[in-house]
């Protein structure tokens, strides 16, 4: 009978081995499924769908990891650090997908966000090349602009007292310092054309490529900047657009210091 007993304690919870197994699984499934977006071997589509199959098995290594630590609370057994193991990887693997879900709670269904909605700035070059991807990139009109008012209203041109050249000079130098994939600069040439820069930007948690177009134009008392930032693919953003744009207006104020009308 003691050798029974000792035995029994001794045994290892399967459960606790096929949770952490579970967990293990399910790690290569959600990276492969970033990584191949990241190098775009994969579509858009097919990497969400990739990502969340791994996070269903995240979610099943979750619940079995508390299944398993049920068993081993009442029954004794073995597989205590394969159960907290298990629950962790899994709970690191499902956060990024909860931090999302958190971000979009209150926030409007939107992927194109301008400084200027009545005259949005124009994508040249990358608007001939996305013309059959999933968002175009022809501005979506009056629904979006009223949905984004709504939504920040604090989205507004900026003015300053200063040439257009050398505020066109500082947000390249901004738009570089921030690795954005620069894909077409033209420069406002003394203020005689509106400057414009395009570029492509990775948005967090998943790496999804954001593109950007800045309009440097000039005005009777110095520089307009105006800036549209489109969300690629999703139909949604998250509200970061408006983020990166409020940002990088934040940053362009304190470089000029006092300079900002």
Do not use: C
């Not at 967990?23 to 499934?29: R, S, T």
């Not at 505020?167 to 005689?192: E, F, N, Q």
């Not at 509106?194 to 110095?222: N, W």
């Not at 307009?224 to 693919?233: A, I």
């Amino acid at each position: 009978m003691v050798r029974r007993r000792l035995y029994v304690e001794e045994r290892l919870s399967r459960l606790a081995v096929w949770s952490l197994r579970t967990a293990i699984f399910a790690l290569p499934v959600t990276a492969i499924g970033i990584a191949l977006y990241a190098t775009e071997t994969l579509d858009f589509r097919s990497a969400v769908y990739t990502v969340l199959a791994g996070v269903g098995i995240s979610v099943l290594a979750l619940l079995l990891a508390l299944a398993g630590f049920v068993v081993i609370w009442n029954e004794g057994l073995r597989g205590l650090g394969r159960v907290l193991g298990a629950a962790a990887l899994a709970l690191a693997l499902l956060m990024p997908t909860a931090t999302v879900a958190a971000l979009s709670i209150g926030l409007p269904a939107l992927h194109d966000i301008s400084t200027d909605i009545d005259d949005p700035p124009v994508f040249v070059t990358l608007g001939a090349a996305r013309a059959r991807e999933a968002n175009a990139l022809a501005y979506a009109g009056e629904g979006a602009a009223s949905g984004q008012e709504d939504a920040y209203p604090g989205i507004k041109p900026m003015e300053l007292d200063v040439p257009a050249d050398e505020i066109y000079a500082a947000l390249l130098a901004m738009v570089t310092r921030h690795k954005w994939l620069v894909v077409d600069a033209v420069s406002p040439r003394g203020g005689l054309r509106d400057g414009r820069i395009e570029a492509v930007a990775r948005a967090l948690p998943f790496g999804l490529r954001d593109d950007i177009v800045i309009r440097v134009r000039r005005t009777a008392e110095g520089t307009r900047v105006d800036m549209r930032s489109v969300s690629r693919n999703s139909d949604r953003d998250f509200g970061s657009n408006a983020r990166r744009i409020d940002a990088l207006f934040s940053e362009l104020a304190e470089a000029q210091g006092r300079r900002r009308r």
